[in-house]
């Protein structure tokens, strides 16, 4: 993780907000309450990749996806979700062993999980928010699945730049 604002972070964020969205909107397997998609598992690699200014690439690739799949009403909640969660990786991604980062990526997809619960509770009711949480476990559970299995690729290439 880069502790400096250079011109290479900003543009791998910029790159890594482009993936997110492409990871969300293209790759997507719909469900009652939505769709469960590769997103999550690119926004806790870009995490462990550039650090803080994951934050906004999670949150500009996820809302982004939202409002080009048709569920614009999601957007601001996804772009405050998406942050939030991108935050907790990143703070789980300071920590030194690899069980407790794993620890901390199954927290931020929980925060995943609570955040569009209440958004549902809220857009429309308390049936509805419950019917989305199993889709929204799988798609958090499917995030950590890609984050275990694309990070060795992901720090391979890391070494060589």
Request: glycine fraction near 10%; charge should be positive; proline fraction near 3%.
């Amino acid at each position: 993780m880069s502790e400096k604002l250079t011109t290479k972070t900003i543009a791998l964020a910029g790159m890594l907000a482009a993936l997110i969205f492409l990871a969300t909107w293209l790759f997507k397997v719909p469900v009652a309450s939505g769709y469960i998609h590769l997103g999550d598992g690119f926004i806790l690699i870009a995490a462990s990749m550039l650090g803080w200014p994951a934050v906004l690439a999670a949150a500009l690739g996820s809302a982004l996806a939202d409002l080009l799949a048709g569920y614009s009403i999601y957007m601001l909640p996804t772009f405050l979700i998406k942050g939030a969660m991108a935050a907790v990786a990143v703070w789980g991604c300071t920590r030194q062993t690899q069980p407790v980062k794993m620890l901390y990526m199954l927290l931020a997809e929980a925060v995943m999980v609570v955040g569009y619960f209440f958004t549902d509770f809220l857009l429309y009711n308390w049936a509805a928010a419950t019917g989305g949480l199993i889709g929204n476990l799988l798609q958090g559970l499917s995030g950590v699945a890609v984050w275990i299995l694309l990070m060795p690729v992901v720090k391979r290439i890391q070494k060589q730049y």
